[in-house]
Each structure stands twice: as structure tokens, then as C-alpha cells.
């Protein structure tokens, strides 16, 4: 795109265009078109076009940084050889080059020397039987190379230190973060461990002569500062610090200058551990929420969730899409009782833009999962500290509205869905464990849909390939037009693997299933499916033919066999037929209650014409299939999101946009939540919905009290015009997603927000292992 200076000043991007080539054809005819409604320039400075077969690879490329001066870049590849082209491209010509032998069809080369704020190009040359196969152009930017600098470890380590170390990074329950020494010698401690790990090291002391000689020691080292920090104590009864930012604390001293109850007070939730001589028996200790656990001959206190907190590991929380998976949130209800825990990285320019409608992040084990624009950020959850992180050309999905998303997480992994696998990521550290097969029938010619996790279970399904959306440009990429006819994307396999072993149990295949209504729960997976429609040989799965809406079958599977439990005629529109009418969105929610299948439907006339309204239609299945109850919500806007906005489900509540409604019954209450301004969806926690909030400050996001209606704001947050916002780990965590917005003037941050005072109860007094 280009100003009126004729100057660049967007983003420029290589697209590779397949073409069919009947046989004899000499020549080609290529042509192309404006397509939407911004007044912008676009420049095609370029065409190539060759018979060369483009480069395929198994696994997709990916990019990570493992100091703060190089990347790795992965990828597998059914080759023996490939070559590595790269560089910053300002010449249009990458002029570094690097021939890689495959280890099993496995690539890998780290560069180095790298500058920082650049965008660097890649393209990979598979070389088979002599002839190269060349890839689309790739690039990776330095600016989101967020890796510690490395420091040499100290040559003069007594055995003790090292014992030390490794006992504190071995029981530490991440691998980034923060640690933090209470009480100092000389400092060696937290040199020995800034250079083993990847943590931020907080040492802190009380004597100003220690202080004094301690950052000397370091400065000479080249480690003060950006890797330790070394400050004063100050009040050993109420130290400066946040509540529970450390993951790990100990001492150079005996034991820590501090008390019981500020040692427990400065340790993070769900898996922070304190790394004492031997355990306590003290008061502070037999009420505390933790257990003791042994590590050598040191004892370790590990600290446990706070009460009421849940994770957040799919799209909409649970894999039953409720938007509330029961987060208590300290029984806040307020804006008032939140408070900072921590305020940083990723910033705006990590992400694409508010709008596009991206998969939300996700939380479990205290780290948090965020996606930007083709890039992947792992966070610490209860301090912000960055984990790990990738650049995946081949990530980015939105418009999840009218699909699904690509991920799911649990304790131990992310599911990630790119291209044709799905990837195994340990939350831990990143590394690819696995990368799941579709179905035989589907790898040349699909890729991987939707993905959800249960237990030892996973349940994906296989979409054509490219479905997914991708563009971010124009009024078209917000995906909430209305009056037109809505595309849905649909998937034609459904299957599950087992966790365990990596292995697929089942698959199933009758039709078109709609990968919005896809939901899982409690060993049953539920979908909305058409078996009448046949979609063209050469299309993708995004369906728009109304003819998708009028012969719906509702269906319930045991998502370990994939047998059908039953299945029942689905939801009929009220107002489309073959020829007019629009469906604007399709969800569904599967709880203790059953399955809900919830349509969004525009009003048509009988000529078409659009009537300026809608509504949303709610059918409730029993968990036998029998039909509860129907219900309609009148929408109450037609922009911005609001008409499809995903409902929520709580224990005994059913809230559309903005009506609320008996989850049992389905009778409208004569109550609705607000005043709302739209953009975003709209979330749950125990005692208050979360959305961007209409008034006062330009509309910012804020909480709705479910009891009182009450509402309060966060002056200055702006919630992305999806879902960013997610109550989980007993906190508010909001990887940053709103930049671009015109309508106010936001802080484009990440930020983590926790309970002022949150609720704890005693466990029975820990005993040592």
C-alpha cells in the first residue's frame, strides 16, 4: 500500500497462486481486481509464474528464538536435502544461503549475528532426485525476539551452589519467569542462576555493605540489571513486591530475613515454590494452601491454585463452549477489587488488528497462550514473564465466528492446528512432540479443522483445503456483514485420537458438520450436520447456500467410539428459504444440561427484503435427545458484532445479546445485561458478565454484576472485537488484541489483573515426603 508520496507504508506480503494448466496451452492470461472499499493503493510489483511443483512440506515451518541475536528455523520435509535461502530481501534478493542435510526428514538451522528490529525473509529449497522445489516466501521480524540475554556462570562455583541450583531449576514450575533470593552473601547464588536458566533473578538484602558489594561484583560481570536485579529488602514484614509475582524463592542465608506469612504472600499460585533447609510446622504454614514436598535434602513448599480458579482451554473456555467455565474471580464482582499484577509484553504490534474475529487465548497451569499476526507467545500467567515463543507463516485463522479455532490446550500441551497437523507443543518449553495425521482418506486434500480436548481424548475434524480464513484488510474481514448470505465453514470427517499414545480410535463421516455448533462434554461430542448437501469438486469448505439451513440433522456422539448416541431433525429457520433469507451465525453449547443448537437469524419479508431485525433461536436438547424447550431473543443491533454475539451459559442461565433467559425452561426473564457498545463477545465469571461496557470513556471493557445489574469499567481497556479477555487462573489476564481501534484512546498492553484480596481456605497442615 502506498501513501500519497508514493512511499510503502503497510504491510507487503508473497502470495503463491496454484494454476490448472490444460494440456497444450502455450499461453497464460492473468488478470485481477479491486476488491473492497478502502481507498488504498495496492502495488503487485512482481509476477512469476513457473511449472515448477511448489515445495510440500509434513510439518510446517516454524521460527523461535533461542537468544536474543538468533533464530532456529524448523521444519520436516519428505527430502534428504534442502537449502535455506534468507536475509533482510532490501535488494529484492536473499543472499545468504544455507544446504542442510535431513535427519529423518527433520530440518533445523539456527542463525546467528542477527540485527535487531528487522524483518528477515526465508524461502526453503527441498532438493529431490537433483530438482529443487522452491517455497513461497517467509519472514520472521527481530522485534518479537523476546529471549534473555545469556551470562556466564561464575568459574568458582563450590559444590554447594551447583547442588543448589540445580535443585532450585529442577523444582522451579516454569522455565522463565521470576525468582527471587531473600537474604545475600555475595551474590554468587544468583549469577550461578541467571546463567543456567532464563529467569529473571530479584536479589535482595537488607545491609546496604552487601547490597553495595554484591551489585559491584555483578556489574563487573556483565549480569546487573538486565538478568538480576539486586534492591533493598526494605520492611521484612511487608516488602514492596506484588502478591505472588515469584516462582521460586530461597536464600544465600540459612533462611529467608522475612516472615512466614510474606514468604507465602510473594509466592505464585499453582506451582510457586519456597526452597527451605527443612519444612515448617509454624501456624502460618498448617493454614497455608500448599503442600510440602522434598527435593534432595531441602524441602520445598509448593503453593496450590487460588480458590475458585479455572482454566480457560478452549475457544470459548470449555470445550462445551459455554463462555464460563465456573472462574470465581476472587467473588469479585466490580472493577474496585481488581488490581495489577503485572502490565507488559505482547504489545499492538504483535497481533493483526481488533477486528478480524482471531481465536482467543487460552490459560491452564498457570501460563497463558496468546496469537498475534502468524506468531505464538507463551506467558507466565501470574507475572507476564515470556515462556517461549514462535513465528508460524502458516498460523494465522480467523473469522472463528462462522468457524472455529485452532487450538486447545491442558496442562501439559497446546494443540495446535496448522495446515494439514496438528501440533503436540509442550506447554512447558514449545517443543513439537507430535504433529497428528488427519484421516488417510484426507491428508493429500485437507487440512486440520476443529480441535478439542477431554481427558485422554482429542477430537479433530478435516476441512478442504485453505478453508480458513486468512484476510485481515477491508470492511469485508470484520465478518459481521449483515443481509447477505452468511458462509460457514464445515467439515465433511470427524475423528478422535487418543492423547496417550498418539494413535487415532475413531472416525466418522456423514455430511457437513458445521464447525461453529461442534462441542464437547463429558465423553459426547454434539454437531449440527447437513447430509443433502453436496458441495462441487473443486471448492473449499465454506458453504453458502441457504439450502445448508433446511436439512439439519442434530447429532451426538461418543466421542471415544465415535458412535452415534442419537440423532434428531435440527433446528428449522423461521424465515430463510432456498431463494431468500440469511442465517448471520450458528453456535453450539454443551453443558450438564444438554445441548443447545442456537441459530442467529435475520428477518426477511416474503420478497427478501430484509426488515432491519433478528433474532436469536435457541433449541435445548435433553442428554437423551429429546427436545427440552425453544426460545427466540430478539437481537437488539445488526453491527458490530452484537447480532452475533456467542451466547453464554451458566449453571442455571442463558444469556444472548442481550436478553437473559432460564437455562431450564427457556423462558426470557424480562431481564437483559447492559448498556453494551458491541465489537467484542461477551464472557462469564461466577458473579458478573465481562464486555466492553457503552458511556462513559469511550465504551470501555467492564463488569456487569449479575446480582445488582450494576456495572463498573477499567478506564482505558479496550477488549478486542472478539474475545481477548479471559477470567481464568483465579485472575483477569488480557493478552493485548484492540489495537487499531479509532474510537478512543486505549493503552495497547497486555495486562494481568488479580483479586485485591482473594479468597483463600486452610488445607489440613502439610506433612514432609
Not at 518449553?429 to 486434500?445: M, Y
Not at 434428531?568 to 433469507?581: F, I, N, R, S, W
Not at 441459530?599 to 431485525?613: D, H, I, M
Request: proline content about 6%.
Amino acid at each position: 500500500r502506498l501513501d500519497a508520496g508514493n512511499k510503502v507504508k503497510a504491510y507487503s506480503e508473497t502470495v503463491r497462486v496454484p494454476l490448472r494448466n490444460p494440456a497444450g496451452a502455450k499461453k497464460m492470461k492473468i488478470s485481477w481486481k479491486k476488491v473492497g472499499t478502502n481507498d488504498w493503493w495496492w502495488v503487485i510489483d512482481n509476477i512469476e509464474v513457473n511449472d515448477q511443483q511448489p515445495a510440500t512440506f509434513s510439518v510446517q515451518p516454524r521460527v523461535a528464538f533461542p537468544a536474543p541475536d538468533s533464530a532456529t528455523i524448523s521444519w520436516q520435509a519428505a527430502a534428504q536435502r534442502a537449502v535455506l535461502y534468507y536475509g533482510e530481501g532490501k535488494e529484492k534478493t536473499l543472499k545468504e544461503k544455507r544446504e542442510l542435510q535431513g535427519q529423518d526428514g527433520r530440518f533445523e538451522a539456527t542463525l546467528t549475528g542477527l540485527e535487531p528490529a528487522t524483518t528477515y525473509r526465508y524461502r526453503i529449497a527441498l532438493l529431490e532426485d537433483g530438482k529443487p522445489r522452491l517455497s513461497e516466501m517467509f519472514d520472521f521480524d527481530t522485534r518479537f525476539n523476546l529471549s534473555p540475554a545469556p551470562v556466564v556462570a561464575p568459574v568458582d562455583l563450590s559444590p554447594d551452589i551447583r547442588t543448589l541450583c540445580d535443585i532450585a531449576l529442577e523444582v522451579a514450575a516454569e522455565q522463565n519467569g521470576y525468582l527471587l533470593i531473600l537474604g545475600l552473601e555475595d551474590g554468587t547464588l544468583a549469577a550461578a542462576l541467571a546463567a543456567k536458566s532464563r529467569f529473571h533473578i530479584v536479589a535482595a538484602d537488607s545491609d546496604p555493605t552487601i547490597l553495595a558489594a554484591v551489585r559491584k561484583t555483578l556489574h563487573a560481570a556483565g549480569i546487573l540489571g538486565h538478568r538480576v536485579s539486586v534492591v533493598s529488602l526494605g520492611n521484612p514484614e511487608r516488602t514492596s513486591w506484588t502478591d505472588g509475582f515469584a516462582d521460586l524463592i530461597l536464600s544465600e542465608k540459612n533462611s529467608p530475613p522475612v516472615s512466614d506469612e510474606e514468604c507465602l504472600r510473594l509466592l505464585r499460585p499453582d506451582g510457586g515454590a519456597l526452597l527451605l533447609a527443612s519444612p515448617r510446622n509454624s501456624s502460618t504454614f498448617q493454614k497455608a494452601e500448599g503442600r510440602w514436598e522434598k527435593a534432595g535434602a531441602l524441602a520445598i513448599f509448593r503453593r496450590r491454585e487460588l480458590d475458585g480458579a479455572k482454566d480457560w482451554t478452549h475457544q470459548y473456555g470449555t470445550a462445551g463452549n459455554a463462555a464460563y467455565t465456573g472462574e470465581a474471580l476472587g467473588d469479585v464482582s466490580a472493577t474496585s477489587g481488581m488490581a495489577v499484577q503485572w502490565i507488559g509484553r505482547p504489545g499492538g504490534d504483535f497481533g493483526i488488528d481488533r477486528q478480524p474475529r482471531m481465536p482467543a487465548p487460552l490459560a491452564a497451569k498457570g501460563r497463558l497462550f496468546h496469537q498475534g499476526m502468524n506468531r505464538l507467545v507463551a506467558l507466565n500467567a501470574f507475572n507476564g514473564a515470556v515462556l517461549w515463543s514462535y513465528e508460524i507463516p502458516s498460523l494465522r485463522r480467523l473469522n472463528v465466528a462462522h468457524d472455529c479455532s485452532n487450538w486447545c490446550v491442558d496442562d501439559e500441551h497446546v494443540y495446535l492446528a496448522i495446515r494439514n497437523r496438528l501440533w503436540m507443543l509442550d506447554a512447558k518449553t514449545g517443543e513439537l512432540r507430535h504433529a497428528l495425521l488427519l484421516p488417510a482418506k484426507e491428508r493429500k486434500s485437507h487440512d486440520w479443522g476443529f480441535v478439542a480436548q477431554e481427558d485422554d481424548l482429542i477430537v479433530g475434524s478435516a476441512v478442504r483445503a485453505n478453508s480458513a480464513y486468512r484476510k485481515f484488510w477491508g470492511g469485508e474481514a470484520w465478518y459481521d456483514k449483515v443481509g447477505v448470505a452468511v458462509t460457514q465453514v464445515c467439515s465433511n470427517r470427524l475423528f478422535g485420537y487418543r492423547k496417550s499414545t498418539a494413535k487415532g480410535i475413531w472416525a466418522y463421516g456423514r455430511g457437513l458438520i458445521l464447525n461453529p455448533t461442534l462441542a464437547l462434554h463429558d465423553g459426547k461430542i454434539y454437531f449440527l450436520e447437513n447430509r443433502s448437501l453436496k458441495l462441487p469438486a473443486e471448492s473449499n469448505s465454506r458453504v453458502s447456500d441457504r439450502k445448508l439451513w433446511l436439512d439439519l440433522t442434530t447429532v451426538c456422539l461418543d466421542a471415544k467410539t465415535g458412535k452415534v448416541i442419537w440423532e434428531k431433525p435440527g433446528p428449522k429457520p423461521a424465515h430463510l428459504t432456498e431463494k431468500v433469507g440469511f442465517i448471520q451465525a450458528a453456535y453450539g453449547i454443551a453443558t450438564a444440561h444438554g445441548y443447545l443448537a442456537v441459530l442467529s437469524e435475520g428477518t426477511v419479508n416474503e420478497s427478501g427484503a430484509y426488515q432491519k431485525k433478528g433474532a436469536f433461536r435457541c433449541t435445548s436438547y435433553q442428554k437423551d435427545g429429546d427436545v427440552k424447550w425453544t426460545t427466540e431473543s430478539p437481537w437488539s443491533a445488526d453491527h458490530h458484532g452484537t447480532h452475533i454475539t456467542h451466547p453464554v451459559v451458566t449453571e442455571d442461565r442463558l444469556y444472548f445479546s442481550p436478553q437473559i433467559h432460564d437455562l431450564k425452561t427457556g423462558q426470557p426473564l424480562g431481564k437483559a445485561y447492559g448498556p453494551r457498545r458491541g465489537c467484542s463477545t461477551v464472557v462469564a465469571t461466577k458473579n458478573a458478565l465481562m464486555f466492553r461496557i457503552l458511556g462513559e470513556g469511550s465504551s470501555p471493557l467492564g463488569l456487569w454484576n449479575k446480582d445488582t445489574g450494576s456495572v463498573s469499567r477499567f478506564m482505558r481497556l479496550r477488549p478486542s472485537c472478539w474475545l481477548n479477555t479471559i477470567p481464568t487462573q483465579g485472575m483477569l489476564l488480557i493478552p493485548e488484541g484492540g489495537a487499531g481501534c479509532s474510537c478512543g484512546g486505549w493503552m495497547e498492553t497486555s495486562i494481568g489483573l488479580i483479586p485485591r484480596r482473594p479468597v483463600s481456605s486452610p488445607l489440613p497442615s502439610p506433612s514432609s515426603k
